[in-house]
T-cell receptor
Framework: SAVISQKPSRDICQRGTSLTIQCQVD?????MFWYRQQPGQSLTLIAT?????????ESGFVIDKFPISRPNLTFSTLTVSNMSPEDSSIYLC???????????FGPGTRLTVL | AQKVTQAQTEISVVEKEDVTLDCVYE???????LFWYKQPPSGELVFLIR??????QNEISGRYSWNFQKSTSSFNFTITASQVVDSAVYFC?????????????????FGQGTILTVHP
């Protein structure tokens, strides 16, 4: 199994600022995923972060708004740029299980934008 | 495109009742994976089960059981003798097979979730 940690666990930010969320995995993984869960909603995939190449973004998400870094096989960051109240969400990173057993999720970062 | 539909937005039951959460999916992939996750009020996602598209055997784990029917593209989840601690949001999700094959999974498409409230 994979153990995933995220920092920060929660934050309250002002409109127009940026926040970088960190995701650390206790094992090397090829693919990492970033999801957003808006209040009362389901999870939506933002992008796939691959080590050594640019992230692949889903429809409706752009690199300028959600830049992603993937410097190695155990770590990734997601930045939420120029935030507005609509960005208030839980942001989660996930990785596939190595043994093909499941998809592991981090504990999430609860972001509130005022 | 993949799609997961959980038609029940909210379900409310009294403790010890059985409850079934419905999940219907759409995909053009021949190989795919189906998941159920539980999200308690604390917010973390708790993995419950994964099912491969080529394995239609139903599964039982304690009070939980899952009914996978490929013919109707459904993957329903039943909780027997529900308890207050079962109160949570439950998500059904669909994953494409890994592009390069193997046992890793691709990205997940989630249903809208079903809010289950179990009253004492």
């Amino acid at each position: 199994s994979a153990v995933i940690s995220q920092k920060p666990s929660r934050d309250i930010c002002q409109r127009g600022t940026s926040l970088t969320i960190q995701c650390q995995v206790d094992s090397q993984v090829t693919m990492m995923f970033w999801y957003r869960q808006q209040p009362g909603q389901s999870l939506t995939l933002i992008a796939t972060a691959n080590q050594g190449s640019e992230a692949t973004y889903e429809s409706g998400f752009v690199i300028d708004k959600f830049p992603i870094s993937r410097p190695n096989l155990t770590f990734s960051t997601l930045t939420v740029s120029n935030m507005s109240p609509e960005d208030s969400s839980i942001y989660l990173c996930s990785v596939p299980g190595q043994g093909g057993d499941t998809q592991y999720f981090g504990p999430g970062t609860r972001l509130t934008v005022l | 495109a993949q799609k997961v539909t959980q038609a029940q937005t909210e379900i409310s039951v009294v403790e010890k009742e059985d409850v079934t959460l419905d999940c219907v999916y759409e995909t053009r992939d021949t190989t795919y994976y189906l998941f159920w996750y539980k999200q308690p009020p604390s917010g973390e996602l708790v993995f419950l089960i994964r099912r491969n598209s080529f394995d239609e055997q139903n599964e039982i784990s304690g009070r939980y059981s899952w009914n996978f029917q490929k013919s109707t593209s459904s993957f329903n989840f039943t909780i027997t003798a529900s308890q207050v601690v079962d109160s949570a949001v439950y998500f059904c999700a669909l994953s494409e097979a890994h592009p390069a094959g193997g046992t890793s999974y691709g990205k997940l498409t989630f249903g809208q979730g079903t809010i289950l409230t179990v009253h004492p």
